[in-house]
């Protein structure tokens, strides 16, 4: 029973496959008569949207690993010695 199963699994897969192949035609940048599309519509406020989703990112990690740093350091996990600061 599960060979036959296994069979026709194969068997399927292989027309799925031979279907996409035939099927693959990119009309990415050309109508279907072949015409060339136009430009896609640029978005107003490229630069301010980046800020936007980069400085609240920034601020919530710089949180996060401000907490966990202190957190570390009252359970004693980490603490960072004195000696290290001596560069002289």
Do not use: W, Y
Not at 18 to 28: C, D, F, G, M, V
């Amino acid at each position: 029973m599960a060979i036959s199963r296994l069979t026709r699994l194969v068997t399927q897969s292989k027309t799925i496959t031979r279907h996409e192949q035939t099927l693959q035609i990119r009309k990415a940048t050309t109508t279907p008569s072949g015409a060339i599309l136009p430009e896609p519509e640029k978005t107003p406020f490229g630069l301010l949207s980046i800020v936007c989703a980069v400085v609240p990112g920034l601020l919530i990690g710089a949180a996060i690993s401000k907490n966990i740093a202190n957190f570390l350091e009252e359970n004693e996990l980490f603490v960072p010695s004195d000696d290290d600061d001596d560069d002289d």
